[in-house]
């Protein structure tokens, strides 16, 4: 058995995950479950990225899955780490909101454009939190949203997840029915990210 990839920097956690860069290839990213964590996102985010990629749904809207890694924190998932022009990791839409990188309208426009290209393709959002979209690109040349997390299913044996796996019509369906709803949802949060940074804009 080789030795366990030894991870040094990690720049985000969740609830359930760590994301660390990974030290051999900086455009890469391992998510690790946190111990005593209460479900599997690795095990959910892997199978969903490699349907929708069988599927033959490849964007720059989604990272992609590049298979399991045993580390010094535990078993990994490799995705692809989005990144900026400099090679930093991309922020996600909520610190982007709070630091003044995008406007309201902005935000707004990007988040009408991943949820239009997910509706397309019957990618199916389940958590529409600004922490789950990052941006990529540059705003001189575009940016979009890339869909780091929350995507597919909460747990691989529920029964909705299992049809819409093997049945394409309900997924689409599936797809367009939590869009809907979660679309509403993600632009009241860009309120009340807007208002929470005017609050913090007059403290200063």
């Keep these: 058995m080789s030795p366990p990839l030894i991870l040094t920097e990690k720049f985000a956690a969740g609830r359930y995950r ?13 998510k690790v479950s946190i111990p005593g964590a209460s479900k599997n996102d690795n095990a959910n985010e892997h199978h969903y990225l490699r349907h929708l990629s069988a599927r033959g749904v490849q964007s720059r809207h989604l990272p992609r899955s590049h298979g399991w890694v045993n580390t010094n924190h535990g078993l990994g998932l490799v995705t692809d780490l989005i990144l900026t022009p400099d090679g930093t ?4 839409l909520r610190f982007a909101i709070l630091n003044g990188l995008v406007d309201e309208n902005r935000a707004t426009q990007l988040v009408s454009d991943a949820f239009d290209w997910a509706t397309e393709h019957g990618v199916i959002v389940l958590d529409a939190r600004p922490q789950n979209f990052v941006i990529s690109g540059h705003p001189s040349s575009g940016e979009w949203l890339v869909l780091i997390d929350g995507l597919g299913t909460y747990n691989l044996t529920a029964l909705p997840y299992r049809l819409a796996c093997f049945f394409r019509p309900y997924e689409y369906w599936r797809a367009r029915q939590k869009i809907k709803i979660r679309r509403k949802v993600m632009l009241q949060k860009i309120q009340a990210l807007v208002a929470q940074k ?7």
């Design 89 to 92: 990791p991309a922020p996600d």
């Design 18 to 30: 760590m994301c660390w860069r990974h030290p051999l290839d900086l455009s890469l990213c391992v």
């Design 198 to 204: 005017a609050v913090l804009s007059n403290a200063q």
